[in-house]
């Protein structure tokens, strides 16, 4: 007998289907909930498929964001061998059934019947530091989001307020300036201020400059001011707004900096984030993500894979004596690597930085490649020498 065990996992709870061997079901589904009494019942019933059956079954379920963290925990606790499947492979088997069903119980027993139809591996676990890592970046991509799209709102809304403010501080959105703005954020204010306290205000939040650079930027201040078209008293709920989207770009600034922090302290402490930021054009951020969203490199047995794990990888369609000759790539791995391997390639060859890239991309534009078409080469060549360095050890220098 081969025993396997099919967990549909959602929010909270699973649905448990066992299967003996191929086209054997073994009793009803049902469902389980992720608490520490269900998964005990949920041992108890593994036990039982392993008694009936005479060996330990496997453990099949879909990669579900979050999730399932609470069962992986669990079968790992119990020593349990699970399979870990793509979603887009499961997918696939629940549309080859003729008939159009779609619930939890014949989700997981599609699960069991792929089992026995594909060569699946077991999940490879992965190291906590790189999940931590992983989470970390991650955070922090979610949160640049927010700060860049809070900005757009900032600046929409100070056009209607203080536009002429965009020129005192040569970064808007430094520290110094928001809180600048923060106190007088009308002209009124500004003018009745004066040039004295203005001046005394930014040394104070500035305490790296000189006072006559706070005296410049609030002169600077004063003459915006002056030349500022609109009247406060036309726009209270605007400044209400401001003022919410300043405090909102401190707070922001302030989690990206101690995610900054987190992330080079946990990064540091890995060999493999050397090795990746070794390559010209790649820089602190960029290799702490690359390799989070990579992990292990023994995950992978040949370049390929990780191209493929990347989205990069060609599509192929053909039909007969039909063979497309304009194939896009697949898109269906790793966004997030993906978008990291694009800006690792677009800072190597903006300045030469990486030059043995930067050749590479000359050659396929003389040969007539449109710039996207250069640049997934780019990635492509790229990922494989990512993928040589970690697999060796070795730095970037080490390989050319």
Same mark, same amino acid.
């Given at each position: 007998?081969?025993?396997?065990v099919?967990?549909?996992?959602s ?75 793509n979603?887009?492979?499961?997918y ?58 809070a ?12 536009p ?12 110094v ?8 954020n ?18 104070? %939040? ?10 410049? @930027?609030? &002169? !600077? +201040?004063? #003459?915006a001011?002056? *030349? ?23 707070q922001y600034?302030?989690h ?33 993500t ?41 898109k ?8 990291? %391997? ?10 030469? @930085?990486? &030059? !043995? +890239?930067? #050749?590479?991309?000359? *050659? ?37």
């Amino acid at each position: 007998m081969n025993p396997v065990v099919g967990l549909d996992v959602s929010r909270g709870e699973s649905q448990v289907q066992a299967f003996f061997d191929k086209g054997r079901p073994y009793s009803k589904s049902f469902k389980v909930s992720h608490t520490n009494e269900a998964l005990d019942s949920l041992l108890h019933f593994l036990k039982e498929v392993e008694n009936e059956s005479g060996m330990e079954p496997t453990i099949i379920l879909e990669s579900t964001g979050h999730y399932h963290a609470p069962i992986i925990q669990f079968l790992e606790e119990q020593n349990y061998l699970y399979i870990m499947v793509n979603p887009l492979l499961s997918y696939q088997v629940k549309k080859s059934s003729l008939r159009k069903v779609k619930t939890d119980a014949i989700d997981a027993f599609h699960l069991c019947e792929l089992y026995y139809k594909e060569d699946l591996e077991p999940y490879k676990k992965r190291g906590i530091q790189l999940l931590n890592l992983r989470n970390l970046t991650r955070q922090h991509e979610t949160i640049t989001g927010l700060y860049v799209q809070a900005k757009l709102q900032f600046h929409a809304i100070l056009d209607q307020v203080f536009p002429e403010y965009k020129g005192v501080f040569g970064d808007m959105y430094s520290k110094v300036s928001l809180n600048t703005l923060l106190e007088f954020n009308t002209s009124d204010s500004v003018l009745q201020a004066g040039e004295c306290n203005l001046t005394v205000k930014i040394a104070g %939040l500035c305490l790296t400059r000189s006072e006559r650079w706070a005296q410049e @930027r609030a &002169k !600077k +201040l004063i #003459e915006a001011a002056q *030349r500022n078209p609109f009247k406060s008293t036309l726009y209270q709920s605007h400044l209400i707004s401001l003022e919410m989207y300043i405090q909102m770009l401190l707070q922001y600034q302030e989690h990206l900096a101690k995610l900054d922090a987190q992330i080079d302290a946990l990064a540091g402490e890995i060999e493999e984030y050397k090795i990746i930021q070794s390559i010209p054009g790649i820089g602190e951020k960029i290799a702490a993500t690359i390799l989070s969203e990579i992990g292990e490199i023994e995950r992978f047995n040949h370049p390929k894979k990780l191209v493929a794990f990347s989205g990069i990888d060609p599509s192929v369609h053909s039909s007969g004596k039909f063979t497309a000759t304009i194939n896009r790539i697949t898109k269906r791995g790793s966004s997030r690597l993906r978008h990291a %391997l694009y800006m690792a390639v677009l800072c190597g060859i903006r300045g030469s @930085r990486n &030059k !043995k +890239l930067k #050749e590479f991309y000359d *050659r396929k534009r003389e040969e007539g490649k449109p710039f996207k078409v250069a640049m997934i080469a780019c990635t492509n060549k790229l990922i494989h020498w990512i993928y040589a360095l970690l697999k060796r050890k070795e730095t970037f220098l080490d390989l050319v």
